[in-house]
């Protein structure tokens, strides 16, 4: 008969043990208990591959039934090139809005217009209606400008409008030694780049089909410019930082074009599976983008302006013979939507966004464009999280439209409401 004692197994002497291969096998048993209790006894602990023998089986069944859950993202674990934070949602509701405000892109579907024209003796170098691109592409398409002026020797020169295109057409010519002055309708503090968005990203430029090849030339070079010049202030106080920005769709979009025809001006492109990322929506496109201030760029940018012996004048122009009986000979024309009258230009109209700012939430760093209905973006900046969009095509009217903020809002609700984190 077999007893149960203690640690191991007694097998009684005089007891039946059964057949012949029974008995065998219990005397092996008995053998085994006895080489352990003696290794015991001895206070020798086990060894490493009598450790490894005996939990092996443990650890293969702990694999196995672990193993579908390893290939699976982990909460809070996505991979992502930039930040080495986890995604949060940002806080999205009515209550936390700070304010909410309108611009006027000033569009051209055949794009912006860089060029020069001669009035007796005066020379007036036109660089206006850059759409949604305006910030993204200023350097670039000022640069642009000032090509307009080889061969002439620096001097005085006067820059109409005190917006993005103004501010960097003016610091161009400084470096290049003229001595300028910008006149404006108001302060600089007021113009259209102050409600821009900031995301480098030079979108709602022309209209494919519509601008011409040679057009496209030359959008492309300001774009390589620009991004350039913007690189170079990174990390030096002029409000530029990178970010990871994410496309989202319920559906494959088409890429816009300067990612397509620029791919090298952004980095960590990926196309993610819906594992891959914790948006509620099946298709998300990544890429590394730069973000510009606007608030911190435009107050560096006119202080540098100052400091080269800048100078402003706050004046309103109604017509063309009023700005031609300007002192200074070299006139640039960076007036936006307002060359519309000023220079009898019809194809130029307005583009209405409406932006929603939010409380800043310091914890949120990365972009989002896409993931619900109409116009929808999320762009964090340094003292709020900014909310578009609309894109209200030929609407010369500047209130905010509650309708408009309640969309924005519901959108944004719905996409980081439901993220998997």
């Given at each position: ?7 191991g197994e007694d097998f009684s002497a005089g007891h039946d043990l059964g057949t012949p291969e029974e008995k065998e096998d219990a005397l092996a048993k008995k053998a085994r208990t006895n080489r352990w209790e003696q290794e015991m006894s001895n206070n020798k ?23 579908a859950n390893a290939l699976k993202p982990k909460t809070g674990m996505y991979q992502r090139p930039l930040s080495r934070k986890p995604f949060v949602a940002p806080r999205i509701s009515h209550d936390r809005i700070v304010r909410v405000i309108t611009g006027l ?260 760093d990365y972009l989002t464009i896409g993931g619900g209905p109409g116009v929808t973006y999320m762009f964090p900046r340094k003292g709020e999280i900014l909310l578009g969009g609309s894109y209200q095509r030929n609407d010369w009217t500047r209130h905010a439209e ?20």
């Amino acid at each position: 008969m077999i007893i149960l004692a203690g640690r191991g197994e007694d097998f009684s002497a005089g007891h039946d043990l059964g057949t012949p291969e029974e008995k065998e096998d219990a005397l092996a048993k008995k053998a085994r208990t006895n080489r352990w209790e003696q290794e015991m006894s001895n206070n020798k602990p086990p060894t490493r591959r009598q450790v490894l023998q005996g939990t092996a089986g443990t650890l293969a069944l702990a694999t196995l039934g672990g193993c579908a859950n390893a290939l699976k993202p982990k909460t809070g674990m996505y991979q992502r090139p930039l930040s080495r934070k986890p995604f949060v949602a940002p806080r999205i509701s009515h209550d936390r809005i700070v304010r909410v405000i309108t611009g006027l892109r000033p569009y051209r579907p055949q794009g912006f217009v860089v060029k020069k024209e001669q009035y007796d003796n005066k020379t007036l170098i036109h660089n206006y209606g850059h759409g949604g691109g305006g910030i993204s592409l200023s350097w670039g398409s000022s640069a642009l400008a000032l090509h307009e002026l080889a061969g002439m020797e620096p001097g005085k020169a006067a820059v109409i409008g005190s917006g993005i295109m103004g501010l960097t057409s003016a610091r161009l010519l400084q470096d290049a030694g003229w001595e300028v002055t910008i006149y404006s309708r108001d302060a600089s503090r007021h113009s259209t780049s102050n409600v821009g968005a900031g995301q480098w990203a030079p979108t709602s430029v022309f209209e494919e089909g519509v601008a011409t090849k040679t057009f496209e030339e030359q959008y492309k070079y300001a774009a390589r410019i620009a991004h350039h010049a913007y690189q170079n202030l990174s990390g030096a106080g002029y409000g530029i930082s990178f970010h990871e920005n994410y496309y989202l769709g319920t559906e494959p979009a088409e890429e816009s074009y300067y990612l397509r025809e620029l791919p090298e001006l952004f980095t960590s492109v990926a196309n993610l599976a819906p594992h891959e990322h914790p948006f509620p929506v099946p298709y998300a496109k990544r890429v590394v983008s730069m973000m510009i201030q606007p608030a911190i760029f435009l107050r560096r940018i006119r202080s540098d302006f100052y400091l080269a012996g800048g100078k402003l004048v706050v004046q309103n122009f109604s017509d063309l013979s009023e700005i031609l009986s300007l002192n200074e000979s070299t006139i640039f024309n960076c007036t936006g939507l307002g060359a519309k009258d000023l220079f009898d230009d019809e194809d130029l109209i307005p583009i209405k966004g409406q932006l929603v700012l939010m409380q800043p939430d310091p914890a949120v760093d990365y972009l989002t464009i896409g993931g619900g209905p109409g116009v929808t973006y999320m762009f964090p900046r340094k003292g709020e999280i900014l909310l578009g969009g609309s894109y209200q095509r030929n609407d010369w009217t500047r209130h905010a439209e509650p309708g408009v903020t309640d969309r924005i809002i519901a959108n944004h609700q719905a996409l980081f409401d439901n993220m998997k984190l």
